[in-house]
């Protein structure tokens, strides 16, 4: 059984950063690409980031290019998100997921195992 825990969420006011992370267990974490969406209230799961399985190859939303980093550590089954240069805008829940495949996606529909979810609040 697949099951991925994310960590790191809390409150920060606009321009700070936090870093999530997320760590997944039950199968070889290795072999799967890994994807961060988020969900604020009253609107729908909107993808985030990716990565593939080997950490050559990520995706970014247009929304957090150049503010937020994907990374993993297939060592230790870990993949975080890092993320600078917050706004009130990237409030919302931020949720961790596995593919069964190896690249990169960016539909919820192609992730197959979810965490439970980690607050992020941008407030002043």
């Known amino acids: 059984q697949v099951q991925v825990v994310e960590s790191g969420g809390g409150w920060v006011q606009p321009g700070g950063s936090l870093r999530l992370s997320c760590a997944a267990s039950?199968?070889?974490?290795?072999?799967?690409?890994m994807g961060w969406f988020r969900q604020a209230p009253g609107k729908e799961r909107e993808f985030v980031a990716a990565i593939s399985w080997s950490g050559d190859s990520t995706y970014y939303a247009d929304s957090v290019k150049g503010r937020f980093t994907i990374s993993r550590d297939n060592a230790k089954n870990t993949v975080a998100l890092q993320m600078n240069s917050l706004k009130f805008e990237d409030t919302a829940v931020y949720y961790c997921?596995?593919?069964?495949?190896?690249?990169?996606?960016?539909?919820?529909?192609?992730?197959?195992?979810w965490g439970q979810g980690t607050q992020v609040t941008v407030s002043s």
């Open positions: 997921a596995s593919r069964d495949r190896m690249l990169v996606a960016a539909r919820p529909s192609e992730y197959a195992h």
């Open positions: 039950g199968r070889t974490f290795g072999n799967y690409a």
